[in-house]
């Protein structure tokens, strides 16, 4: 533990030496880059430690916080399977922004990233409730400045202020959430667990609900993300990698901690937790079919995955509560390899789309294109993302969501009929998921690296540099290199599944040992399939390299075919979104031409979301329209608010009293 507070103090000293060289740009990336680089270092060597090891470890400096019991911080492999994720895309993100950011970093950037990356790892080494929800407030607000971080735009400025709404409303839920289960003890983990386990049910199903509002609304379950695919757009690159890669996480570990606290789970628990998930894993991707924007496409894709890694969950207490012990165990572990497997990917995915902004100078789907000759290094990496996070072997997506295709398997076959329609739920969510993701990372890749540019910025992008690049290509090889030797990997989360299902590792183990088989032969087929593809291309190039013609895209017999020709990201998914129309509701303005000669035409085709267009803004309107009653107090005047400040204290004061 001593590495890991090392760690900490390093990443918030650092952070705030940079902001005060704020006036020397290059010395302030210095000292953040390298801070960051270092704490994350120091964070990571315990994490990989206890998840080998199986261990748990501890630490708690006796000067108590307000209402808790001391700062106490732990690392078990629960905790450590979110932290290996968070250290390693914490290091390369910095790594990555100082490239990206330039001399466009503002001044206290890199304060705002340390504090956030630090704020992350002592959300998941909190031992405390206090210690904790202060670690959750710290976050929310580092990342608000982040997000905020080009307030010029009025984009980014509407991103923040929702966010900061959402993540307070979740935060209100757990405050409520905590407040119960520590006025029944202390507010230690360990006494939260015992005053949890001797719940009446009722009570416990409240906080149950409790903890999915609070712990959803960060992990962005619909329908509570409408922030995320504001907020993620509007961040800068490294930001939105750290911020969809690991810190929507911190909700998923959230709901497994104290989903702990709460004694034996409710079988309908796994039930609504499937139904999150299948619901936001199918619109999560078809409302990224639908995007123009490849950072908010990429944002949408977020909610999917969380969908998917919730449906794990869902199955995960499904088994738990009918005590079916490998349904449980391939559920959670599916669960938490995606959580893994994201955090690599999408990060991947999200300094790609960085790197195209910052070649390109757009991140609007139709107005790029062929950038794969321009920025080869950047190309290849993307299409390892991409293919990741479609599930395809040999990939590192493939290996999560095959875990969690064995649990529902395993949910389908069972003697309980609940968990049978579970298992078919999960089985059909998967499989339309899939599907839809293929579909719409096959439009992204295309639209963006392949065929001719559609406008001269495309045709002028340029190769990010090699800080920019060095870090995508580590996570490149991170999704091959989990997916070859997952079959190494899968015992490892065995000590993390049995913290949840609060067994021995050897009754995870027992439950992982039905998965190791075919997928070592799935791995290894895909693999050898993948050589031999690799192999006959290189052949083919070198003997047909020197000779290959160079021609422009195929242009279905016109003479002077034009880029303007090609498919957009629209009329790509057009039979996929006209299939979905009705939950779409897409909205098209079309000119349609005009006379023997027309002048010109458009076509142009608008999604809004589902919830934030029919509950989210009608009720931010209705209470925009309550608040204004209240207008007759801002006066302006300085005297009267201190007058207000008196008359709460006092009232406060009252309350106390009572």
Known sequence: MQLTLAGLVILMLSGGASALAGRSAAWSARLGVGGAVAGCILGLIPAVGTLVGGLSLSVRIPWPPPAGRGFELGLDPLSAVFLIPMTLLGALCAVYGAAYLGKGARRASWFHYNTLVASMMAVVLARDAVVFLIAWETMALSSFFLVIHDHGKAQARRAAWLY?????????????????????????????????AALPAPLATVLFVFALVGFGTKAGFMPFHVWLPEAHPAAPSHVSALMSGIMIKTGIYGLMRVLGFLGA???????????????????????????????????????????????????GYLGLAHGLPAVAALGFAGALLHVVNHAVFKGLLFLGAGAVLHGAGTGELDRLGGLLKRMPGTGAAFLVGAVAICGLPPLNGFVSEFLIYLSAFRGVVSPSAAVVVAGLSGLAGLALIGGLAAACFTKAFGVVFLGEPRTEQAAAAQEAGPAMRWPMAALACLCGAIGI???????????????????????????????????????????????????????????????ARQAVTWDCGYAAPAPRMQYTASS????????????????????????????????????????????YAPLFRMTGAALAWFRWAQQGRVQLYVLYIALTLLALLLFCVE
């Open 265 to 315: 789970p409710a079988p309908w628990w796994g039930g609504c937790l499937l139904a999150v998930g299948v619901t936001s894993g199918v619109l999560g991707v078809l409302f990224a079919l639908a995007q123009h924007d490849l950072k908010r496409l990429l944002a949408y894709h977020s909610v999917e995955n969380i969908g998917i890694i919730a449906i794990g969950l869902g199955l």
């Open 485 to 547: 030797f997952s079959p190494a990997v899968l015992p490892l989360l065995a000590p993390a599944v049995a913290v949840v299902m609060k067994g021995a590792p050897e009754a995870a183990t027992a439950g992982l040992a039905a998965a190791a088989t075919p997928l070592t032969w799935i791995v290894a087929a895909a693999a050898v399939l993948a050589l031999l593809v690799a192999a006959l291309s290189a052949l083919r190039f070198r003997l047909l390299g020197a000779r």
């Open 572 to 615: 790509f998914a057009q039979p996929l979104t006209d299939l979905f129309a009705p939950l779409l509701r897409t909205r098209r303005e079309h000119v349609p031409p005009k006379g023997i000669f027309p002048a010109g035409t458009t076509f142009a085709t608008e999604t809004d979301d589902l919830f934030q267009r029919n509950l």
């Open 164 to 196: 900061m709404v959402a993540t307070h409303l979740g935060t209100a839920f757990l405050l409520a959430m905590f407040a119960i289960l520590c006025a029944r003890g202390s507010a230690g983990f360990d006494a939260l667990a015992r005053a949890g």
